[in-house]
């Protein structure tokens, strides 16, 4: 079972016409990773979908600004089969419902494409 020790919204991003609201996770027992989900808007069924779920691997020594085109983001597999449970629960946790669907009705403001992630 996955316990979420804190999630915070990032930014909203647009990625091949496509945006999406960032939230960085850290999960209890495993403090020293970050994560990364983003969700996305489905107007056909007027809900949240978590499409995409990878394990920020970058460094701040190394990358001292946000540099999203090298490969520092990587999908996990264990997290990917966990993704109904953490999406219900990163929902649920402080204002990130809020922040997501606020984040999602208003129109992206920078148009860099961050390139880890993939054609969703």
Same mark, same amino acid.
């Given at each position: ?13 647009? #990625?091949?016409?496509? &945006? ?6 850290? /999960? @209890?027992?495993?403090?020293? =990773?970050? %994560? ?30 946000? #540099?999203?085109?090298? &490969? ?6 264990? /997290? @990917?089969?966990?993704?109904? =449970?953490? %999406? ?33």
């Amino acid at each position: 079972m996955l316990k979420i020790a804190h999630a915070a919204y990032v930014q909203t991003i647009r #990625n091949h016409d496509r &945006q999406y609201a960032e939230v960085k996770v850290v /999960l @209890e027992g495993m403090e020293h =990773e970050e %994560y990364l989900a983003y969700f996305k808007y489905n107007a056909d069924h007027n809900t949240l979908e978590l499409p995409f779920l990878t394990k920020n691997e970058s460094s701040f020594e190394i990358d001292w600004f946000e #540099n999203s085109l090298h &490969q520092a983001y990587q999908p996990e597999g264990w /997290l @990917e089969q966990a993704r109904s =449970e953490l %999406y219900a629960k990163l929902l649920a946790y402080g204002d990130i419902r809020s922040r997501v669907e606020a984040a999602l009705s208003s129109p992206v403001v920078e148009a860099e494409q961050p390139a880890h992630l993939p054609i969703l």
